[in-house]
């Protein structure tokens, strides 16, 4: 039987950069968007071109559900747990997307320093372990609450004693918006329209960070 070999055109490889982004429910895109590829991450990475690689976690924090596996299903908080950032480090990403710290808010203030260590902790793995750009950028859906703004601040002064890259965009984008379908009916996660925000908030940021 003939074959058509000779008339097959064999695409040339694209080197597409790989965009890796390790966060919680609000990086998985939870119950407040009808598909994933409304999440922020993923309308960012659609309209630069890159590839993602998405390890959002519901519930997830530096110190939230880090630990070992609990009876009821959760998982216990944990500081230092290196399992998530080892994967994340071996699938050799160009750009370390952090978006962590909302669900370590309801930890303190009787856990504020162990969620500190592990906010170190983690960033200092990546900076240390990774060849990858690390941009730290956590949601939080307003600053105006006392642990909101805590944990923020406690990852915002890890960022500058380690010298990783450091944005508010993402809570800007939903805190400075008067659009009240930006956030779903909790009124914490973004809705569609908040992870469109969102999504062109680290587009500006990231132009900006080029020039």
């Not at 309308?43 to 519930?59: F, K, P, S, V, Y």
């Not at 160009?94 to 962590?100: D, K, R």
């Not at 914490?188 to 500006?204: I, K, N």
């Amino acid at each position: 039987m003939d074959s058509n070999w000779d008339q097959v055109v064999i695409p040339n490889a694209q080197p597409f950069p790989a965009a890796l982004f390790i966060g919680d429910s609000v990086t998985t895109g939870w119950q407040a968007i009808e598909k994933p590829t409304q999440r922020w991450t993923s309308l960012l990475c659609q309209a630069l071109g890159w590839r993602e690689i998405n390890l959002g976690i519901d519930g997830l924090g530096f110190f939230a559900r880090r630990g070992p596996a609990l009876p009821d299903g959760t998982r216990a908080p944990a500081v230092a747990n290196t399992e998530l950032l080892k994967a994340a480090v071996r699938l050799q990403s160009q750009v370390i997307f952090v978006s962590l710290g909302l669900n370590d808010a309801a930890f303190l203030p009787s856990h504020a320093a162990q969620v500190r260590k592990a906010i170190w902790a983690d960033l200092e793995f990546l900076r240390s372990h990774s060849h990858a750009s690390v941009v730290v950028c956590p949601y939080f859906p307003t600053l105006n609450g006392s642990r909101f703004n805590a944990v923020n601040t406690m990852i915002a002064q890890a960022c500058s004693q380690l010298d990783l890259i450091f944005t508010d965009c993402l809570t800007d984008a939903i805190a400075t918006s008067t659009e009240t379908a930006r956030l779903a009916i909790d009124s914490m996660h973004p809705a569609t329209l908040g992870h469109a925000l969102m999504s062109q908030a680290m587009l500006d940021f990231l132009a900006k960070l080029a020039r």
